[in-house]
């Protein structure tokens, strides 16, 4: 049984995931706008116990370590980090924008997965199927929709948080060579994050607690 946690951005999510039966028993996302701290411990406490799971009979827990914000990507870890070193569990870090591509990887255009990083920014990474995996093309990018419209090669998947302003202005630069995942499929999912981490351990792969730091692409400010 895997917990996963997911607060990079405003849109939190949470999961509880049994890879041993292939079932995800629990999974909540939500708006949290910037109450990650206060709103995610009453939820993942009620997750665990309506599914009577003892925190100590738990496989591991899975955290998203974005690029994202600041003060979400900080209360996610520290969680997580808390969970696994009271209970003795291993931990996975998964990059938040690899969440947010895992749905659309069946579909065959190069993937443009996007997350918001506040003040009309956005973060974003490039990923394209090469002999059957899908690899990130390049660093992230920490960029507006105009700059970024400019980089993407048509024609191309766009997903992540994109709101409606957004997707017009995406489809009066791209044209009808982008599509655009919907707002549902768009969601970013705890369950996807729990699978890519149970992947890695499953393979015996881990991350130390100590050193895991999440990826920040420019340096925090407290007030974000």
């Known amino acids: 049984?895997?917990?996963?946690?997911?607060?990079?951005?405003?849109?939190?999510?949470?999961?509880?995931?049994?890879?041993?039966?292939?079932?995800?028993?629990?999974?909540?996302?939500?708006?949290?706008?910037?109450?990650?701290?206060?709103?995610?411990?009453?939820r993942l406490v009620r997750m665990i116990e309506q599914q009577s799971v003892a925190p100590s009979t738990l496989d591991g827990a899975v955290v998203s370590l974005g690029p994202g914000s600041?003060?979400?990507?900080?209360?996610?870890?520290?969680?997580?980090?808390?969970?696994?070193?009271?209970?003795?569990?291993?931990?996975?870090g998964v990059p938040t924008l690899e969440v947010v591509a895992r749905p659309h990887t069946?579909?065959?255009?190069?993937?443009?997965?996007?997350?918001?990083?506040?003040?009309?920014?956005?973060?974003?990474?490039?990923?394209?199927?090469?002999?059957?995996?899908?690899?990130?093309?390049?660093?992230?990018?920490?960029?507006?929709?105009?700059?970024?419209?400019?980089?993407?090669?048509?024609?191309?998947?766009?997903?992540?948080?994109?709101?409606?302003?957004?997707?017009?202005l995406i489809r009066e630069q791209l044209g009808p060579d982008v599509t655009i995942a919907t707002p549902a499929a768009s969601l970013r999912r705890a369950a996807y994050l729990a699978e890519m981490g149970w992947e890695r351990l499953s393979q015996g792969e881990s991350d130390n607690p100590a050193t895991l730091t999440p990826i920040y692409l420019q340096q925090p400010k407290i007030d974000e």
């Open 70 to 92: 600041f003060t979400g990507l900080r209360a996610g870890l520290g969680v997580a980090k808390g969970l696994v070193l009271a209970h003795g569990l291993p931990l996975v």
């Open 106 to 168: 069946l579909q065959p255009l190069p993937i443009w997965a996007v997350c918001q990083a506040g003040r009309g920014r956005i973060c974003a990474a490039h990923y394209v199927r090469r002999r059957g995996r899908w690899l990130r093309q390049g660093n992230y990018y920490l960029t507006t929709w105009q700059e970024l419209c400019a980089e993407v090669e048509r024609p191309a998947f766009l997903c992540g948080e994109i709101d409606a302003r957004d997707a017009d």
């Open 1 to 42: 049984m895997l917990v996963a946690i997911d607060t990079a951005t405003r849109m939190a999510s949470i999961a509880l995931y049994d890879q041993d039966n292939g079932r995800v028993l629990g999974e909540e996302s939500w708006n949290c706008s910037d109450r990650h701290t206060v709103e995610m411990m009453p």
